[in-house]
């Protein structure tokens, strides 16, 4: 299917949407992850033997 066919439903879908919003949330969801996680595998690597 060619990009133009797809525009107007993602579009519909996308109307009203706050996307700058959206992508800010998500952000702060994935550093909540990810920020905890990689102090995790930073403490792990450290107390493993050489």
Not at 7 to 33: C, F, K, M, N, S
Request: glycine fraction near 6%; hydrophobic fraction near 50%.
């Amino acid at each position: 299917m060619e990009e133009a066919a797809l525009r107007p439903p993602l579009d519909a879908e996308l109307a009203g949407a706050d996307i700058g919003g959206e992508l800010h949330r998500y952000t702060v969801l994935q550093l909540w992850v990810f920020v905890p996680l990689s102090l995790v595998a930073l403490a792990v690597s450290d107390t493993r033997p050489a």
